[in-house]
């Protein structure tokens, strides 16, 4: 399974981006547990927001509840993450991840990873 992550760049404060994840290989992505990360400079990678198999469960954590917004397209093999009122706290490098399992997604202990895309928020 190969993971892609697209979507990060430079945005300020208030502005909003989607950062979009596609799934490739011999998978049925649809018997996945899909899940973002981050991990800012100098700071350990943090568990962000998940979704389950069919869409209809999500997770997130306390700093992306109310802004962010996960969802997947499995017919497209795609997972998304909607971030709205973005604050220069959320700059990182956000990595998608995806394993059968949503606890092992939500531990971050996913087996496979995205290589990440840069999200910068400008004050």
């Known amino acids: 399974v190969q993971l892609q992550a697209s979507g990060g760049g430079l945005v300020q404060a208030g502005d909003s981006l989607r950062l979009s994840c596609a799934f490739s290989?011999?998978?049925?992505?649809?018997?996945?547990?899909l899940g973002w990360f981050r991990q800012a400079p100098g700071k350990e990678r943090e568990f962000v927001a998940a979704?389950?198999?069919?869409?209809?469960?999500?997770d997130y954590a306390d700093s992306a509840k109310g802004r962010f917004t996960i969802s997947r397209d499995n017919a497209k093999n795609t997972v998304y993450l909607q971030m709205n009122s973005l604050k220069a706290g959320d700059t990182a490098v956000y990595y998608c991840?995806?394993?059968?399992?949503?606890?092992?997604?939500?531990?971050?202990?996913?087996?496979?990873w995205g290589q990440g895309t840069l999200v910068t928020v400008s004050s």
């Open positions: 290989g011999r998978t049925i992505i649809s018997r996945y547990s």
């Open positions: 991840a995806l394993d059968q399992e949503a606890s092992r997604v939500i531990s971050g202990a996913s087996r496979y």
């Open positions: 979704v389950s198999q069919t869409g209809s469960n999500t």
